[in-house]
């Protein structure tokens, strides 16, 4: 079978792309998740009852596809995309990673372990999350089980170290708070990216003492030292925690783009047609975070696909 469109990924951006494909009367349809189930990003690295807000990091998006969006919470973000899902004429395989994907003769060829699918047309909306960015400086091996990029490993009653300011980094250094004695580094002088509810919060939390803030705390290197790590700061400051949690963004997964012929610029960053988010591969498209440096928002995904749609039926 060829299909009209097949969409790789199944966060906001690929479930919206199903949903427009399905309205705008295109048939054969698959989405390809590499996880066990749709919204994995959500899923492994917000936390529980976490805030999904609509307007996020101040980027206030209308929407104007068939997809709505409220704010609500990361179990009813789930609970909304699971219904729109249950709609049997979507089609979807999980736990199918997607190596590459070629354009041979005019038809796409989706490179996956269990075989390949053809296309018309691909939208890739794989994200970003998945590969978080890892600090310059080395890591030393032996300690690496205290290196985190999330705080699910944390066993409580440990000195912790959150590097980041963006939300994620705010989040998890609250969150740990109640177990834990926390210090969240920021290379900034003040927040940059976190959202004005979470830059509140940790504010109150570091005015409480449930937590240390330490602003201008760029990291020159960390060592080992007896199944813990020692922290030098390049304002001269060092100290020893029992872990450090990295929340310092993602990486766009500039193999596959690159396996897949999309061009990249300098920075290695998607080159697209900012009104169609067409890639240098016609018929190839890109929806979501992944072509953004410090990540979009689900609303802006979920207008991503309403965009591509419009131009793949405006092809026909």
């Known amino acids: 079978m060829t299909y009209d469109i097949i969409i790789v990924g199944g966060g906001p951006g690929g479930i919206a792309s ?12 698959l989405l390809i998740e590499k996880g066990e189930n749709h919204s994995e990003t959500i899923r492994k690295y917000y936390k529980d009852s976490k805030r999904v807000d609509k307007i996020y990091k101040k980027q206030e998006i209308t929407l104007k596809g068939n997809v709505d969006f409220f ?15 249950d709609n049997e004429t979507i089609n979807t395989l999980y736990n199918t990673e997607v190596d590459r994907v070629v354009k041979e ?23 970003r999350m998945g590969r978080p960015n890892k600090p310059s400086y080395k890591i030393p091996t032996s300690i690496r089980k205290i290196i985190n990029h999330n705080p699910y490993d944390c066993r409580g009653k440990e000195k912790i170290l959150v590097v980041g300011g963006g939300d994620s980094g705010v989040e998890y250094a609250c969150q740990l708070t109640t177990e834990n004695e926390v210090t969240l580094a920021l290379r900034e002088p003040k927040f940059v990216d976190a959202n004005a509810i979470n830059e509140e919060m940790v504010i109150r939390y570091d005015q409480e003492e449930r937590l240390r803030i ?31 949690i990295y929340a310092i963004g993602g990486t766009t997964p500039i193999d596959f783009l690159q396996r897949s012929d999309i061009d990249v610029d300098d920075q290695k960053r998607p080159i697209y047609n900012e009104n169609t988010y067409e890639t240098s591969v016609k018929g190839l498209y890109l929806a979501g975070d992944i072509i953004y440096d410090k990540g979009g928002s689900i609303a802006m995904a979920i207008n991503h696909a309403y965009d591509v749609m419009q131009h793949i039926i405006g092809k026909k």
């Not at 199903?18 to 349809?29: D, G, T």
């Open 18 to 29: 199903a949903v427009e494909a399905y309205i705008f009367k295109l048939k054969k349809v």
């Open 71 to 85: 704010d609500g919470t990361k179990e009813s973000t789930l609970d909304y995309f699971e219904e729109i899902l």
């Open 105 to 127: 003769d005019g038809i796409f060829k989706v490179v996956t372990r269990k075989g390949d699918y053809f296309a018309n047309n691909v939208i890739v909306s794989i994200g």
């Open 214 to 244: 330490r602003y201008n705390a760029d990291i020159d290197y960390i060592e080992a030292l007896e199944g813990r790590v020692k922290v030098y700061y390049k304002n001269g400051f060092q100290t020893v925690y029992d872990r450090i």
